[in-house]
């Protein structure tokens, strides 16, 4: 048994603190804007210009000019604030935002990620990804563990073109997470399994090597 995409985006959710500015990158951590913790005070900020994201809307109640970077429909929440790219990539580069949940294609042992395209596909460009890794200082990666073919997604070094070097804090996946060191001291920690998940599961779906915490040795 291993998580399913809301249970993951749980877990991530797990990782908010309160008074945090949050960013949230399109895919499964989009999921986190309907999992913040009761009581908890986190400010969601959206790279097109949005300070201040509420949950999903429900059917019937969405606004088609209110849109995440993703282009999904959401909602806004009492004080709310609109403003332009520029704005927004500025509160990213200057530091403001403290931590940012986002997808990935790959995520090297180093904390490397590649998250932005695969070689032949059409694409725009990296968009704000770059910036994301570059400018807050917690990342927090989910993504599912093996691609298609099977083939490891957590990996001794990245394959695809990278995002960012050295920027990845914690590795969510379906069947496990892992605690990264950004400088490289130390290998990754696997931190936690999902329920009924083995040990030798996640070694054979693996190709990066990892250590384990001491609550699982």
Known sequence: M????????????????????VNLG??????????????MTVTLQSENGLLGI?????????????????????????????????????????????????????????????????????IKGMGGAMDLVAGVPRVVVVMEHNDKSGAAKFRKACTLPLTGKGVVDLLITEIAVFDLDRKGLR???????????GLDEVRTRTEAEFTLAPHLS
Do not use: C
């Open 26 to 39: 399109i895919g499964i951590p989009t999921l986190v804007a309907n999992l913040v913790p009761p009581g």
């Open 2 to 21: 291993a998580w399913n995409r809301e249970q993951m985006a749980e877990r991530a959710a797990k990782e908010l603190r309160d008074g945090y500015y």
């Open 54 to 122: 509420g949950p999903f809307p429900y059917e019937g109640e969405m606004d088609p000019d209110l849109i995440n970077a993703g282009k999904q429909t959401i909602t806004d929440l009492p004080g709310s604030s609109y403003f332009s790219s520029a704005d927004s990539f500025a509160m990213i580069r200057g530091g403001h935002i403290q931590l940012s949940i986002l997808g990935g294609m790959e995520v090297a042992q180093n904390g490397d990620l590649a998250n932005w395209m695969v070689p032949g596909k059409m």
């Open 187 to 197: 290998a990754p920690l696997l931190v936690e399994l999902a329920p009924g998940v």
